[in-house]
């Protein structure tokens, strides 16, 4: 099982921009995906953006496609979301999950961090 710790939210204007961290740990963090997830108050978790194993591929959902940004660096261990030119809607708390080559989740939902677009 991979453990996961998001870090990095907090409140910004919108307009604005904030990257976020989540740190692997547990299993080499090259032998697997990693995806992006946000939950607005009231509403469901919803995917944000994934990124394969070595990084060369990588998807969003059409609400933050050419905002935001997903990187990772396998020598750190740690996946990265870069948000750019945010909005109120992007307030939620952000959640970060790891995955197998048949897209089955392999670690357990973090504590996420919050980040919150002010108008």
């Known amino acids: 099982q991979v453990q996961l710790v998001e870090s990095g939210g907090g409140l910004v204007q919108a307009g604005g921009s904030l990257r976020l961290s989540c740190a692997a740990s547990g299993r080499t963090f090259s032998t697997y995906a990693m995806g992006w997830f946000r939950q607005a108050p009231g509403k469901e978790r919803e995917f944000v953006a994934a990124?394969?194993?070595?990084?060369?591929?990588?998807y969003y959902a059409d609400s933050v496609k050419g905002r935001f940004t997903i990187s990772r660096d396998n020598a750190k261990d740690t996946v990265y979301l870069q948000m750019n030119s945010l909005k109120p809607e992007d307030t939620a708390v952000y959640y970060c999950?790891?995955?197998?080559?048949?897209?089955?989740?392999?670690?357990?939902w973090g504590q996420g961090t919050q980040v919150t677009v002010s108008s």
């Open positions: 990124i394969s194993r070595s990084g060369i591929s990588t």
């Open positions: 999950r790891a995955f197998d080559d048949d897209i089955e989740p392999i670690s357990s």
